[in-house]
């Protein structure tokens, strides 16, 4: 089972609807127990870093959500749950994320050329910069959908893959069983439901 | 490297596809379900719902095929058609909808933009603006384009913007249904004031109409359009592939 954790921050919708569509046993839920017997967990958001941060914390989901990382259970952070996952973020602020990842989260204003429109919208091509199974299904180049104005930094450590926007900006991270995306997998069409098969199911089962 | 968008318009009333469109392998061809599907299939890479139903029964239908829609199609879906309130919003938004265009709801009420702004953020609240020259001057047109507001409109969508609009989609009544190609000069001149995504709207007739476009003006950032797709004349596909051939960034 599939758990979405619902904490309030976004519209669920359309991640319900992709899982159940790939097949997937889906469910949204806010409830501890239900997210720690799931299998895998997905951290959805969009919206502002520090609000997210403050609900995670406040329904004491954050704890959960590194003490699962911690005992290896799959997790994948989505456009601003993948920014959570991070230690930092400069969001209009400073701001603690969960630290399950390393690196900050920083605005990408300043970082590329004025000519660059922000936030970054629309269908960007995939780098690959080291291997991961969450590629499995999906090949270097493939175009997934993104909208964001914040992006991770710092993050050698977990990128996988990246993509060009007037910089190289992070898209993918991955360290052991802890996942993010910056995009958006439910609205990447075709390739975002196979990043997304690819984290839900075992190899073996597809 | 970001792609150029190309985005279909469906036009839904009652729950219905207006223009009649005739394509192999589309056994209902007035469902949006299956057209947004097989638009979708055939490299779309957003789709806009607009709403044109007066009724409270034909807007029921309408949230009924949004959902339909968000449970079948995994592209970014952006809705407009009736949206005056916050509560406009939300409906569309709950059914599965990523960006809610307003139009003549935000020329009633400035404050809408900035209200869902900040509610939604504002990659979810996309200004559309029917523009048309009036003694030389570019005017905004309200309800479908039928009523000048006297608004000049480039300072109407320069202060959309300022208000929280995170992007604009821009339909030039002088060359809408002309088929001769999109307004270039109107546009020229909003991407000189905005600085987030301009989507070109109204007058394409043909391949070379697209690629005219974003030769011309690199700042614009997706095209739009409604019956050329629809009545097939213009294929996703080869639109798409015309555009690499010219260099132009496409996701083929």
């Known amino acids: ?206 | 490297m970001i792609t150029k968008r190309i985005i279909p318009c469906l036009d839904v009333k009652n729950g219905r596809v207006v223009k009649g469109v005739n394509f192999e392998g589309l056994s209902d061809v007035s469902s949006p379900v299956e057209l947004a599907k097989y638009y979708s299939a055939c490299g779309a890479d957003e789709l806009v719902f607009y709403d044109i139903t007066a009724s409270a029964e034909g807007r029921r239908l309408f949230s009924d095929i949004l959902t339909e829609t968000a449970k079948e199609v995994f592209i970014p879906l952006t809705v407009g058609g009736g949206i005056n309130t916050l509560d406009d919003f939300d409906r569309v938004l709950k059914c599965g909808a990523d960006k809610v265009s307003v139009n003549s709801g935000a020329i009633k009420n400035p404050q809408l933009i900035e209200d869902a702004a900040k509610r939604y953020g504002s990659q979810c609240v996309v200004l559309s603006a029917d523009v048309k020259r009036v003694d030389g001057v570019f005017r905004v047109f309200a309800k479908g384009g039928r009523e000048n507001t006297g608004m000049e409109a480039i300072e109407w969508i320069r202060s959309g913007v300022q208000r929280g609009a995170g992007e604009i989609v821009l339909n030039s009544i002088d060359t809408d249904g002309v088929k001769g190609g999109f307004d270039l000069e109107m546009l020229a001149r909003v991407c000189e004031v905005v600085d987030v995504p301009v989507i070109a709207s109204g007058g394409a007739g043909c391949i070379d109409d697209f690629i005219t476009l974003f030769q011309t003006l690199p700042q614009v950032d997706a095209g739009l359009a409604a019956s050329i797709f629809h009545f097939g004349e213009v294929k996703i596909r080869d639109l798409k592939q015309a555009m690499a051939a010219h260099g132009i960034p496409a996701r083929l």
């Open chain 1, 1 to 206: 089972m599939v758990a979405i954790i619902d904490y309030g921050v976004g519209n669920l919708f359309s991640l319900r609807c992709s899982l159940e569509k790939l097949g997937a046993d889906v469910v949204v839920t806010g409830d501890r127990k239900i997210i720690a017997n799931a299998d895998r967990v997905i951290l959805p958001g969009v919206g502002a870093f520090r609000d997210a941060r403050q609900k995670l914390r406040d329904t004491g989901l954050d704890t959960l959500v590194c003490d699962l990382a911690a005992k290896g259970k799959p997790i994948l952070g989505i456009c601003l749950g993948m920014q959570l996952l991070f230690e930092k973020s400069y969001e209009f602020g400073e701001y603690d994320g969960l630290g399950l990842l390393k690196g900050s989260v920083r605005p990408l204003r300043g970082v590329i050329p004025a000519d660059y429109k922000i936030p970054q919208i629309g269908w960007n091509a995939l780098r690959f910069r080291k291997e991961s199974d969450l590629f499995r299904y999906i090949k270097n180049g493939d175009y997934v959908y993104f909208v964001h104005s914040f992006y991770a930094a710092d993050c050698d450590d977990s990128l996988i893959a990246d993509c060009e926007y007037g910089a190289d900006v992070t898209a993918v991270v991955q360290k052991g069983n802890v996942y993010g995306c910056q995009f958006h997998q439910e609205k990447s069409g075709d390739v975002g439901l196979a990043i997304l098969r690819a984290f839900c199911f075992e190899e073996a089962a597809v």
